[in-house]
C-alpha cells in the first residue's frame, strides 16, 4: 500500500485559511485520496475525496498536484471546532476492492482564537 | 438515521475475560470495519467483512474473531483479554468499496487490567 507523509501539527488562527499538505510520492493511477479528521474523543469523519483534479465541499477544498505525488487539504476560514487531527489516506479501489482505509500519524491542528 | 452505533461506550476486563463488542447500522452498507486506536497512534484495522456472512483478516487480527451473521451487524469478540488489548475500537461501515466514505462509531473505550 502506498503511504502517506504528513506534518505532525500545525496551528492556524481562527477565521483564517489553513492548508493541510501530504506528500504520497508513490501513489498508484488507482489510488484516491482522502481526508479524514478526528474529533476529540469521537470517532474520524469524512472530510473529502478526490482522484486527479481539485474537489471542493461544504468543509473544505482538496488541491492536488498535476502529478498526483502530493495533495493540500483546505480550510478556508478555520474555527476552533476544526481543532482536530487530520488524516491523509490513500485508498485503492482496484484490485483488492476491500475499501480498508489504512491510517497514519496525521496532523494535529490547533486552532488559536 | 442513527448511523453507526456501538455498544458498549466503556468496558473494564479482567486479564483472561471474555466479551463482545457490538457494531449496528441502519445505512444498508454492506462493507464492515473494526479498527483499534492506542493512545497517540492512528487507527489500525483488525478485521473487515465486505457482506453478510463474510469476514477477513486486517493489519492486527490476532487475539480477536469477528462475525456478520446479519447485514446490519458485525461483532467484535475478545476470547481471553490482554492488557495489550486496551484500546479504543472504532467500528466503520461503507457503502462502497473503493471510494466514498466511511461512516464510524463513537467508539469503545475498552481497558484489560
Known amino acids: 500500500d502506498a503511504k502517506t507523509t504528513q506534518p505532525n501539527s500545525m496551528e492556524s488562527n481562527e477565521e483564517e485559511p489553513v492548508h493541510l499538505p501530504c506528500n504520497h510520492s508513490?501513489?498508484?493511477?488507482?489510488?484516491?485520496i482522502h481526508w479524514y479528521r478526528q474529533l476529540p474523543s469521537q470517532g474520524p469523519e469524512y472530510v473529502i475525496h478526490?482522484?486527479?483534479s481539485n474537489v471542493n465541499n461544504r468543509m473544505a477544498s482538496l488541491a492536488i498536484a498535476e502529478d498526483r505525488k502530493s495533495s493540500t487539504l483546505i480550510l478556508h476560514r478555520a474555527t476552533l471546532r476544526d481543532a482536530a487531527v487530520y488524516y491523509c489516506i490513500l485508498r485503492d479501489f482496484g484490485s483488492s476492492n476491500t475499501g480498508k482505509l489504512i491510517f497514519g500519524q496525521g496532523t494535529t491542528l490547533q486552532v488559536k482564537p | 438515521n442513527a448511523g453507526v452505533t456501538q455498544t458498549p461506550k466503556f468496558r473494564v476486563l479482567k486479564t483472561g475475560q471474555s466479551m463482545t463488542l457490538l457494531c449496528a447500522q441502519d445505512m444498508n452498507h454492506e462493507y464492515m470495519y473494526w479498527y483499534r486506536q492506542d493512545p497517540g497512534m492512528g487507527l489500525r484495522l483488525i478485521h473487515y467483512?465486505?457482506?453478510?456472512?463474510?469476514?477477513a483478516k486486517g493489519e492486527v487480527p490476532d487475539g480477536y474473531n469477528v462475525s456478520r451473521l446479519k447485514k446490519q451487524n458485525f461483532l467484535l469478540g475478545l476470547e481471553s483479554a490482554a492488557p495489550s488489548q486496551t484500546s479504543v475500537y472504532f467500528c466503520a461501515s461503507s457503502l462502497t468499496s473503493g471510494f466514498g466514505e466511511q461512516y464510524f462509531g463513537p467508539g469503545t473505550r475498552l481497558t484489560v487490567t
Open positions: 508513490t501513489i498508484s493511477g488507482t489510488d484516491y
Open positions: 467483512s465486505v457482506g453478510e456472512g463474510t469476514t
Open positions: 478526490g482522484l486527479t
